[in-house]
Structures are given as structure tokens and as C-alpha cells.
């Protein structure tokens, strides 16, 4: 790999094909910690595509730990998703006993101010995924929700680790919550949630007049469809201007069909997400999410009555099930990082541009992943 890396200057230097938002282009990128100089630059191999690291908002685990394990947990998705060019991340929660929560969040927090997890991806906060839910749009979360009283969330808000947070913007009291967490700079999504589209539109609106950012949870799932006289919080999340929507391309999750109207109605707003667990890179077989026992079989995750239990992707597969779905590659990149990263508000990372975090993935023509860095770090170094 000489002729592809060097080291030299303040820092290395990758060449290859960029993937820029006008186009894939030959060049080169010089970094550090940051990055250094995008340069144009003939002559580059072929086989080399040079991205964005990847942003997911919305992961529970994989490589067999999980968010609510714990440090030790939080630590093992981390590294777990690095070598599949997820640069950032944010551990999500699920819904247990409010104490059980709490901890959970504890747990990323101390991760956070250890240094974060050597090996791993950035870890800016935690996505908190519950409890303030509907008891009627579970999905796959245990039933402990619970309404997003003004303790519960000053609670929260004091950890100074969340970063995201989902609602059903129905439950008595979400809508002071919604404020109270786009006043702190938490992303608000609606999710698992049973409310109409004027109560989501209403919701969507007044988080963005108090200047934060809504978005959807897993656009799609644990929400209904969209009907012509029934919207439904789809319908509104799509025609909300300003609303970010996370989709899980796994597959499963989703239909191609479904994909494309999100992408078509809401162009530059779409963000893949892998909603992976514990199981993701373990194989077939048994698992658990949350105290439930979960199933995975081919491909699938799946508590025993049926009931999709997020899933074991990665956004490396993400990425090319979109391209498979005739998404150009720059457009599907941005869904990884540029679109993610905006929707949480950092504008350190997510492109690739001078000054900004060196968070980078190396994919080959396959667009398999061959290297990965993490503010300039290897974490992946190139594969046979």
C-alpha cells in the first residue's frame, strides 16, 4: 500500500478516488487529527474511494455488547462499528426501569469523559430511546414507558450526555419536553408513537422555532403508514421542511419503495441509521435486546412473536444497499455522514473539507471497507 499511503508533512496522506458532493474524483487528502488539504491529483489507484466516516445516530450494539451493558458495552459497539467505517456514534438506550436508564446513561458519560474508546468511534452523546413512548407502538421496546414529566427530563438533562432523544409527541407533557430538549441542543424525534399528523406537524414546528432539530425515529416503523386522509406522523415527518429522517436499510426494516418516496420527498434530510444490537456480527442464533429474547435468522432479528427487534447492520451495509438501489454514491454517503452529522448539529465532521475532524473510511470498488480513521487514527488498517 505505499503507492496509496504516504506519511510525510505534518501528517499522512491517502490517495484514491474522493467522494465529494459533485462527484467522485481523483485526488488526494492530507491529515493529521484534521484534515489538512483536499487536493485534485491524477494518477490515483482505482480501486481506492476515500468517504466521510460514517455517522449513526441510532445503534443499540453489536460485536455483542450493548448500550445498556454498561461501559464495557458501550466500548465493545464502539469498536464493533469503527471497522465497519462508522466513525461516530451514539449508543442508544432502550426502555427499562427509569433507574436502569439512568445508568445506562451514566455509563456512556463516564466512557465520554475517560477519552472515549480507544480503537473505536467518537462518541459525542447518547440517544435516548425511551421510555417516553407510546404503550400502543412498542415495536420491539419492553413495556416500561413512562410520561416525560419535567424531573424525569431535568433528570436526563443534568447527565449531560444525550444527545438525541425520541418522543410520541401524544404523551401528556411532550410538548414542554420537546422544548426543553431542543433548548439544550437534543435532537427531538418522534417515534413509537400512536399520534396524528397535526399533533407531530404541531410538535415538529415548535421544536423549530425554538431553534432545534426534529426528526424521525426509523421513519416508517412503529408509526404507521401514510394514507390520503390519514397522514399519520410519517406523512407529516415527510412534509415537514425541516424534519431529519432516519431509515434502517436493511432489508427488512423498510420497503425499496418506501426508500425512494423518502428520499424523493425529502431530499438532503435523509440519514441512514443501522438500529443494530447485540447481535449484529454474532451470527445466527439466539440473542437478547432489553431483556427479550431475540432470534436472528437470515439476516433478521426478531422477538418470538415475529416482531422485528432492530438488526444487525452495519452502515457499510447500508451504504451498498443503497447504491444497489440506484442511490449515486456521493448522494448516499451524504445520508452517512453530512445529513447525520447536521442533524445532531456537528459541523466538525461529515465532509470532507479542510480544518474538519480527520474521520475517514477507505472503500474499494466492491465498496467494501479497507481502512477506517478516526480523527486521523487508524482503526482499520487494509485488508488482503
Known sequence: ????????????????????????????????????????????????????????????????????????????LARWHARHGTTTLLPTTITRPWKTVLAALRGV???????????????????????????????????????????????????????????????????????????AGVRVGVGHTRANAETVTALLEAVHAAGGRGSATHLYNAMGGVEGRAPGPAGALLSAPHAFLEVILDGHHVHPTSFQLARRAAPGRVLLVSDAIRAAGLGEGKSDLGG???????????????????????????????????????????????????????????HLVPGLRSDLVVLDRALTVRQVYVAGQPVLEERA
Open 1 to 76: 500500500m505505499r503507492n496509496r499511503q504516504s506519511v510525510g508533512g505534518s501528517g499522512r496522506a491517502l490517495r484514491g478516488h474522493l467522494v465529494l458532493p459533485g462527484g467522485v474524483s481523483p485526488g488526494e487528502v492530507r491529515f493529521g487529527a484534521r484534515l489538512e488539504a483536499v487536493t485534485p491529483l491524477s494518477g490515483v489507484p482505482d480501486d481506492h474511494l476515500i468517504l466521510p466516516g460514517f455517522v449513526d445516530t441510532h445503534v443499540h450494539g453489536g460485536g455483542g455488547g450493548d448500550t445498556m451493558d454498561g461501559p464495557a458495552g458501550v466500548a465493545a
Open 292 to 350: 427479550q429474547r431475540v432470534t436472528v435468522r437470515g439476516g433478521r432479528a426478531a422477538l418470538p412473536d415475529g416482531t422485528l427487534a432492530g438488526s444487525v447492520l452495519t452502515l457499510d451495509r447500508a451504504l451498498r444497499n443503497a447504491v444497489g438501489l440506484g442511490v449515486s454514491l456521493p448522494e448516499a454517503s451524504a445520508m452517512l455522514s453530512a445529513v447525520p452529522a447536521a442533524s445532531l448539529g456537528l459541523t466538525d465532521r461529515g
Open 109 to 183: 458519560r463516564e466512557v465520554m469523559d475517560a477519552g472515549g474508546v480507544p480503537g473505536g468511534a467518537d462518541l459525542p452523546g447518547a440517544h435516548l430511546e425511551g421510555p417516553f413512548i407510546s404503550p400502543g407502538r412498542l415495536g420491539a421496546q419492553p413495556p416500561h414507558t413512562l410520561l416525560p414529566t419535567p424531573q424525569r427530563v431535568a433528570e436526563v438533562l443534568a447527565l449531560g450526555v444525550v444527545r438525541a432523544v425520541t418522543l410520541a409527541p401524544e404523551l401528556e407533557g411532550a410538548g414542554e419536553a420537546a422544548l426543553a430538549f431542543a433548548r
